[in-house]
């Protein structure tokens, strides 16, 4: 690829992520406005969920939606916030000194030291019961309405991702000082970070595929495929990116002896290892060609990101 195409591909990523950063804050902010939640309670819901972030699983959405549609439909747009309001939930847990024990994230103090851990662990147990009342609301609605069985099936979706997000939270904890093999790291990582990122691609996919579509089958490859080099790259930015730049505690992997790509592989191998990720997702998106130019640029921002 010259480096004009590669120039060419980054001015697409980033414009895919700047619309639908955009988009999905604007409707974070209008799902989060319809709550009545005391004080704390709302304070630390606000800071768990619109301190920003990269916000790629509501792309995903967005951009798996595109492949056959030109602007995210409400029930779209309602998946995308479900899904990112469950990945807050998981940040605000995560962070508890009980878990992973961070002070900082999005480049700013985690929720627990913002609001306390009790404060915290509630807003992330009201922002997964937020998540699926959005999903089964009426918001954004303006014309035809979604058929129920939809609705349904996208909370099969989101339930069984959030199901195995938490698996994978034990099984992580679990690997912490042990050293794993590949394949207990995979398991790992499919569960904890890769399942939801499929989620928010399959959640779009029902809404315009039918479930007999070959669509169907190549999306899924596409998600596990993303899903997994997306932690593989965290993995990697843990020890090749600085606090300043990742919004985190750069490091964190490493001090708390956390399996790891790079640890288990080494850095080289573990880079490679992304790219033939990246590759396969690639590959399963060559089904939709240039239907898959928004799925393409966020591929394509993944592997290359700085944070």
């Known amino acids: 690829m010259s480096e004009a195409d ?35 309670l709302k304070g630390a819901v606000y800071h768990a969920v619109m301190l920003g972030g990269k916000r790629v699983r509501p792309a995903l959405c967005y951009a798996t939606a595109a492949l056959q549609t030109q602007a995210p439909s409400a029930a779209v747009r309602r998946a995308a916030v479900a899904v990112e309001l469950i990945h807050c939930y998981s940040l605000a847990h995560d962070d508890l000194p009980c878990m992973d024990n961070d002070s900082l994230r999005r480049g700013q103090p985690t929720c627990h030291v913002a609001f306390g851990e009790n404060t915290a662990l509630l807003a992330g147990d009201v922002l997964q019961s937020m998540a699926y009342e959005v999903l089964g609301s009426r918001l954004f609605d303006t014309g035809v309405v979604i058929e129920p069985s939809i609705v349904l099936k996208q909370m099969q979706i989101l339930a069984t991702a959030s199901s195995k997000m938490v698996s994978g939270q034990v099984l992580d904890l679990q690997a912490e000082g042990k050293r794993v093999d590949q394949e207990a790291l995979e398991n790992i990582h499919r569960n904890k970070t890769g399942a939801l990122i499929q989620a928010a691609i399959m ?27 997306f932690q593989v790259q965290d993995d990697i930015l843990d020890i090749t990116a600085d606090t300043e730049v990742l919004g985190k505690t ?33 590959q399963a998106l060559s089904h939709f060609g240039e239907d898959a130019q928004q799925l393409h640029a966020i591929t394509q921002f993944l592997l290359a990101r700085a944070h």
């Open 6 to 40: 590669v120039s060419t591909l980054a001015s697409i990523s980033a414009d895919v992520l700047k619309s639908a950063q955009q988009q999905i804050q604007q409707d974070l902010t209008l799902a989060l406005d319809a709550f009545a939640l005391p004080e704390p």
């Open 203 to 229: 959640m779009a996919a029902v809404t315009i595929f039918k479930g007999t579509d070959l669509a169907i089958p190549q999306l899924r490859q596409f998600g596990q495929a993303i899903g997994l080099a």
């Open 250 to 282: 750069a490091g964190k992997d490493l001090e708390v002896e956390k399996s790891t790509y790079p640890a288990l592989l080494g850095l080289d191998a573990a880079q490679a290892y992304a790219q033939q990720l990246h590759d396969q997702a690639l």
